[in-house]
């Protein structure tokens, strides 16, 4: 039987990204909630790459949660 966790990757643009401590904002952010596996952002591309359980991670409350930090995720 396979026990290991769904999991998929996602990369999202917040153009709001602008230096380290952005990094580390949104890193914080997105890594609060469950169903989150890891995530990286990067100030110089303002690619936000998230890998998640799909079963458990709720993206539209994530990118809510950006948006309400001030990094409003590009559509
Ligand atoms: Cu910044």
Redesign the pocket.
């Known amino acids: 039987m396979d026990m290991d966790m769904a999991t998929e990757m996602i990369t999202m643009k917040a153009p709001d990204?602008?230096?380290?401590?952005?990094v580390a904002t949104v890193k914080k952010t997105v890594g609060q909630f469950s169903g989150v596996q890891s995530v990286e952002a990067d100030?110089e591309t303002k690619i936000i790459t998230l890998t998640y359980d799909p079963m458990q991670a709720d993206l539209p409350r994530i990118e809510k949660a950006l948006e309400e930090e001030g990094y409003p995720v590009e559509k």
């Open positions: 990204i602008s230096c380290e401590h952005c100030a």
